[in-house]
Every structure is written in C-alpha cells, then in structure tokens.
C-alpha cells in the first residue's frame, strides 16, 4: 500500500524516512508520500528554544551515524548498493562538504557537532528529500475507517499510516509553577539566556543523558553542591565498546536475546546511564553526589524544596525527605508521553488488539519487525518504544538507516531480505 505515512514531529526519525523515500522514488519505486506534521520547525528539539537544549552542547552520538546509517538497505535485492549510494549524497560528510565546513572538521580532529549544528545538517536532508511539514501542534489521534486523522488547532491532517517520534514536552517538573523548581525547558531557557543559577544545594532529579547534559552546563554555574536524584545505586557508565555499539547498528541477534538479556542490555547501554566524556566531566568536580531513590512528591517549605524519595531496601519502602534549594527535574516526559492525544477510538481499537491496558510493557512488547504494532490497522509505528523488541538503536540516533528501512519496508530485515529470490520486488511501503 502507498498512500500517506504522517509523522508525529519533524526530528531526526522523520528526516531519515523522507530521505529514503525519497531516494527511492529517484530510482522509480512507488512510495507513500511523507507528511510531518510539527509544532515550531525541522529538528526544533535540537536547538535553543525547543526546550531541551541551548544548542551549544555536544552530541553524544557519533555524526557518522547519519540518517543512512548503517548503510546496509535490504529494501531492494539486487538495487540495495545504489540505494546506499544515493543515501551517501545526504550523509553528514555531504552536508560539511556542501556547506564548507569538510577540511576544518577534519582537522579539528573530527569533533562531535553541537546541537545547532547537528540541526542545521537535518534541515539540510530534510529539504534535499522535500520533507513535507505542516505546521501545528498535534492536540489528538482519531480514526476515520481504515485512515488516521492528526487533529491541531488549525487543521486535520488524514493519512495511511502514523509514526510517532520525539521526547514529548519538556516542561514537565515535579512541583509546578514553583520559582525554585526547573523544568528542562525552563533550565535549557536560563542557558540560552546566558542567565547564571547561584545556590548552595541543587539537585538533579534523573541519571539519563538528559540529567548529564544538564549538569555539564551546571558545571559553570554558581553553586556549592549538586545531588543526582536517581533510582540506580550509583551513576553507572554507559556501555561504548565495539561490542556494545554493534547491537545498536546491527539488531541480527537481538532476537535470540532472552528478555530478561534485553533489559540487561539496554540498563548498561543506554537507559539511566552517563556517557564517558560525561563521568570524566563528573570526576574532576568534586561537587557532584549521588543519592539513590524515587522521587515520590516535592513540597516548598522554610525557603527550600523538599523532596521525599522511596527507597526499597531488603523488600522493604523506605521513605526519606531532603532539602534543597534549588530543584531540576531531568527525569524526562516519559514514554508513554503520546497516550493522552489518543483519542477514546483509538484507545479502544489499541486495548483490544493488546489484550489490556496501554501500559510500557505491553506496548514494548507487541512492537513488530516494521517498528509498528503487530496486528493494528491502520498502522501505528512506535519506534521510540521498539528497542527492547526490536534493538537498542532503534529509538535513538544509532541506526537512522535501517529504522527508514524497517518502516518502508513493513518490517523486512536483513535475513529476509538476503534469503529473496525473486529479481523484481514490487515496493510495498507500509
């Protein structure tokens, strides 16, 4: 089926599905027309003002890992090198030489790019692929028959099928409206304004990339101590050997992994842990503490905030409240950020094929090969819910390639793609 595939947010996931395809239709194969529907502008995340980041901060995956990455398509047997060769002509290397900047990256040694730039490059692809954007915020998902209906404010935009990318909001705190309680978006504001925090006690609620990111620009603030609030028993390093980083370009053996394997994997790679270049940052600052716990409520009181943490020990919940002064809640939107824009039809068609509540399991866990639902049509493609079926990298920037081909293809992978006989395949898009 061709037809329309809307993509919930213009990032990086939507950029490379629109390169794809539009590669594909250069080499005359039939492919659904790619339509993003967003709030402010193409990779808005990436930069300052989209609230979850000032743009200066570095990228902490490799550039290389471009919307082609890998560079192993499995869509065409027998085209699938001409592919990656026309998927070349948008990599990041493309982009520098295009835009002057080749000779100088390389002679700096080939540096991680900061946010800006890594936006100004998915701009770049998103226009050379003719990315269609409707500008809007997405307010509810409905089904109309076999069609979704995006609903914003201004407009309704009908498609095939959906894929619903990005982080959610980031304004999200754990005591709301409070002067001295920060959101990421509000935290990321006072950055970009060059605005400079004074405090005794700060606390960073979160031991993701996102906690980290914040407590690298923390580092030149004026404060005296900074506590990470994290549910792990210490600030663990994120897994980045070659080992590691090939289950995030390579899932062929992802499959064969026990569940329980899969959650290990994904606990020491890349959820609740700090990069290297971050721990060394943390290292040489001897400000930085740890303290274990979930934070459970906040309340003010005395000029501070007052944070009570549940804390399991040998079975048991204990409960502990600590002060500070200045709180900045890192912990994120949640993954499950989208289920409210689910209107009560779509719950209904969703609880039904799931077989129960929409919780993060049950979701994870129902994610086919195509990065969609199994057995929900019209499609609904969760990528940023597909590592722990699928692969580590599908729900971040390590294999933007094969993410394009997943959801092109309707869920062909490597081994079946190599296994096909037949010379001229006829392109299925969704």
């Not at 560079?71 to 592919?83: D, I, K, Q, V």
């Not at 914040?214 to 549910?231: A, D, G, Q, Y």
């Not at 053996?253 to 606990?267: F, I, N, P, S, Y």
């Not at 079946?416 to 898009?429: G, L, M």
Request: proline share 4%; glycine share 10%.
């Amino acid at each position: 089926m061709t037809g329309r595939l809307a993509i919930l947010g213009a990032g990086a996931k939507a950029v490379a599905v629109a390169a794809k395809a539009a590669m594909l239709r250069e080499m005359g194969v039939a492919t659904p027309e790619i339509v993003a529907v967003e709030q402010t502008a193409v990779a808005a995340n990436w930069r300052a003002g989209g609230g979850w980041t000032d743009g200066r901060h570095r990228l902490g995956t490799s550039p290389e890992k471009d919307v082609g990455f890998p560079y192993r398509s499995t869509l065409l047997p027998g085209r699938n090198a001409e592919l990656d060769q026309r998927m070349m002509r948008l990599s990041w290397q493309s982009y520098l030489v295009a835009t002057g900047q080749f000779a100088e990256w390389v002679d700096r040694g080939k540096p991680a790019p900061t946010h800006e730039t890594w936006a100004g490059y998915l701009c770049w692809v998103g226009e050379a692929a003719g990315l269609t954007v409707v500008e809007g915020e997405v307010t509810r998902l409905s089904l109309d028959g076999q069609s979704w209906l995006l609903h914003t404010r201004d407009d309704t935009v009908a498609a095939d099928a959906v894929m619903i990318t990005g982080p959610g909001q980031p304004d999200r705190s754990v005591l709301p409206g409070h002067p001295q309680v920060l959101s990421i978006a509000q935290f990321w504001q006072l950055a970009a304004d060059h605005d400079r925090i004074d405090a005794e006690r700060v606390a960073v609620i979160g031991g993701g990339e996102t906690a980290a990111s914040m407590l690298n620009e923390l580092f030149k603030h004026r404060v005296s101590t900074i506590t990470v609030i994290s549910p792990q028993a210490t600030l663990f390093t994120r897994g980045e050997s070659f080992f590691e980083n090939r289950m995030f370009s390579d899932p062929t053996d992802w499959a064969g992994l026990t569940v329980a394997e899969r959650r290990d994997v994904l606990a020491r790679t890349d959820r609740g842990v700090f990069s290297a270049r971050v721990q060394d940052s943390l290292l040489a600052d001897d400000r930085i503490r740890h303290l274990r716990g979930r934070v459970a409520h906040g309340v003010a009181a005395d000029d501070r905030i007052r944070i009570t943490l549940h804390t399991d020990r040998h079975g048991e919940r204990l409960e502990t409240v600590h002060g500070f002064d200045l709180v900045i809640d890192g912990s994120g939107a949640g993954s499950l950020w989208f289920l409210p824009l689910l209107g009560q039809d779509v719950l209904d068609l969703l609880e039904v094929r799931l077989n129960g509540p929409l919780t993060s399991d049950r979701l994870q866990q129902a994610i086919g090969d195509d990065l969609a639902l199994t057995g929900v049509a019209p499609k609904l493609f969760l990528p940023n819910l597909s590592g722990l079926s699928q692969g580590p990298g599908f729900p971040n920037l390590s294999c933007l390639g094969l993410l394009s081909d997943r959801v092109l293809g309707g869920g062909c992978n490597t081994r079946q793609a190599h296994s096909t006989t037949r010379r001229n395949v006829e392109y299925q898009s969704l």
